[in-house]
């Protein structure tokens, strides 16, 4: 079967964050998504704590604050910290079980990887819906991706802000299961989608998560 997931998402435990657990699942489900992946800022606990007690389809990850940007790690089951390089990095989500995604991997004021990006990487994020310029990340991770030989592109919403969520998503020709999920992805049996999120609800989102920080 063909599912819908978007690969990239933080909930509130991320401080940049305002999306419950239960806002999470909500617009999932109104976005036609059959799972999520959460991947909050350096921390692992939230996601495996959500993903334990919701009903819905999650794959608990972490996105990891490496030394020269950012990395995703899909399926670890157990903390990578951050502060490492980004062989390290790897290695370390490769250790925990998981698969290392090269998120946003060109996107201007981001943390990203730019030419850290290297075929060690289990996928590469090509469609990320907050990445700006949008346009040109797509097509620039695109070739990133087949420049280095990383077949598996993925596509996650980065949303921090409820209706954020959905906008890009990986369809992958798997079972709903996690382990068949990311076997698929291995595979590069999945294709990215999606779209950037409209700047009216980028600036909701930059009010209403500064209001928290506050
Ligand atoms: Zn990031
Ligand atoms: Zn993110």
Do not use: W
């Not at 909050?40 to 009903?55: G, M, P």
């Not at 290695?91 to 990203?112: L, N, Q, T, Y």
């Not at 030419?115 to 590469?124: E, G, M």
């Amino acid at each position: 079967m063909q599912l819908k997931l978007d690969l990239h998402v933080h909930t509130y435990y991320s401080s940049d964050s305002i999306i419950t657990p239960e806002e999470l699942v909500f617009y999932a489900k109104k976005r036609g998504l059959d799972g999520v992946a959460i991947t909050d800022h350096d921390r692992l606990d939230s996601a495996l704590k959500i993903a334990e007690e919701s009903k819905f389809f999650i794959i608990p990850g972490i996105e990891i604050t490496s030394l020269d940007g950012h990395i995703v790690g899909l399926n670890v089951d157990k903390h990578v910290p951050s502060g490492l390089g980004v062989d390290e990095t790897v290695d370390r989500i490769h250790e925990a079980g998981g698969m290392a995604v090269a998120c946003h991997p060109v996107a201007f004021f981001k943390g990203s990887l730019e030419k850290h990006v290297t075929s060690k990487f289990d996928a590469v994020e090509v469609v990320n819906a907050s990445a700006f310029p949008f346009n040109y990340c797509v097509r620039h991770s695109r070739q990133l991706a087949s420049s280095v030989g990383v077949e598996a592109c993925v596509a996650g919403s980065d949303a921090h802000y409820g209706p954020e969520v959905g906008y890009a998503y990986t369809l992958v020709d798997a079972e709903l299961e996690i382990n068949k999920v990311i076997e698929a992805i291995g595979k590069g049996a999945c294709q990215p989608f999606g779209n950037a999120i409209p700047l009216t609800l980028r600036l909701k989102r930059v009010v209403l998560t500064r209001l928290k920080k506050k």
